[in-house]
């Protein structure tokens, strides 16, 4: 039998706030990829919902700003509802590529993982930023440790889930503790976690989005607290 490189119900999920300018492109890349869009208009003042819609996507819009977890757990619950047998989630301001999403998929397929977890750390050096490559380090390490299981990049918003995994999310953190949030739940149900390398586009645009530090140290506060209690 051949091996599928496809799921059969294939569903990625795009959390955004105020990316009107990019979301277009990204969702027509990721189009080409994956049977549905779903992109998350998490109480956005521009017109990220009506590019969104115009490059094919379905839109949920969040009525106010509830933080970027709070609309990975929308888009989960939404694409679980419209019968997604895998999610991809990445992010909305292009510095992921989706051409790269058949690597996240591979282990899902092969069943060798319930979730997978694109690190960008896995290949040569690339060009992220030295503060943000020691922040993620760090938040990375502490997130190992709690979990018990190795994992190179935690922060990464590219990845993919299984029904089975996606089904055993429960309520995340709005903010950006999100990430290490789910792969503890994940982890804490005994499903199987693994990495596939990936690459990361950082342009002006990019590299002016992400956690700054005081997201940093709220998520330093969530694990120190997870791992506590």
């Known amino acids: 039998m051949p091996k599928r490189t496809r799921p059969s119900n294939l569903t990625c999920i795009i959390p955004a706030y105020n990316e009107g300018k990019v979301i277009g492109n990204v969702v027509k890349t990721v189009r080409r990829e994956c049977d549905r869009v779903l992109v998350i208009d998490d109480g956005s003042s521009d017109d990220t919902r009506w590019n ?15 933080g970027t ?24 301001d292009g510095q992921h590529d989706p051409s790269e999403i058949p690597k996240l998929l591979e282990p899902i397929l092969s069943d060798e993982a319930d979730m997978v977890i694109g690190s960008r750390f896995l290949e040569p050096e690339g060009p992220m930023p030295q503060t943000r490559r020691v922040g993620n380090s760090l938040l990375t390490g502490l997130t190992s440790i709690i979990c018990g299981v190795e994992i190179t990049d935690s922060q990464s918003g590219f990845r993919a889930l299984n029904r089975r995994a996606a089904e055993n999310i429960n309520e995340l953190p709005s903010d950006y503790s999100w990430a ?33 530090l005081f997201d940093g140290l709220k998520i330093l506060l969530y694990l ?6």
């Open 52 to 66: 969104a819609e115009r490059a094919g996507a379905l839109v949920i819009c969040h009525s106010v700003n509830l």
């Open 180 to 212: 290490s949030d789910m792969i503890t739940q994940v982890h804490r149900k005994g499903l199987r976690i693994r990495e596939a390398p990936v690459r990361t586009i950082y342009d002006p645009y990019s590299l002016s989005k992400g956690t700054s």
């Open 69 to 92: 977890g709070a609309s990975e757990e929308t888009g989960i619950r939404s694409a679980l509802q419209l019968g997604a047998d895998v999610i991809v989630t990445l992010d909305a």
């Open 224 to 229: 120190v607290k997870s791992r506590l209690f």
